[in-house]
């Protein structure tokens, strides 16, 4: 994924049955088909806990996680939420 540069992040907020909110983080890309095949692909990361689930608190916890994976934020080229798409 790394090797791509640019990729979308998907996440989508649910309380799980212990009743803690959990974030889904998936990431979107598509690679350039020098060692697999040109398509794009999606990959589930991580449940993150959070504590809220406010439009202030998830995109620094988005932050955060992309900081630990090492990716920038300013290669992402689209974002999803909750079947909400921003480009």
Do not use: W
Not at 31 to 37: A, I, K, R
Not at 49 to 77: A, M, Y
């Amino acid at each position: 994924m790394k090797a791509s540069k640019y990729f979308a992040v998907i996440l989508d907020c649910a309380t799980c049955v212990s009743k803690t909110e959990k974030l889904s983080l998936t990431v979107k890309y598509v690679f350039d088909g020098s060692t697999v095949p040109v398509r794009m692909y999606e990959h589930f990361i991580d449940f993150i806990e959070v504590k809220e689930s406010t439009g202030k608190s998830l995109p620094r916890v988005l932050l955060e996680k992309l900081e630990t994976l090492h990716l920038n934020l300013h290669d992402t080229r689209c974002q999803g939420y909750d079947n909400v798409t921003y480009t």
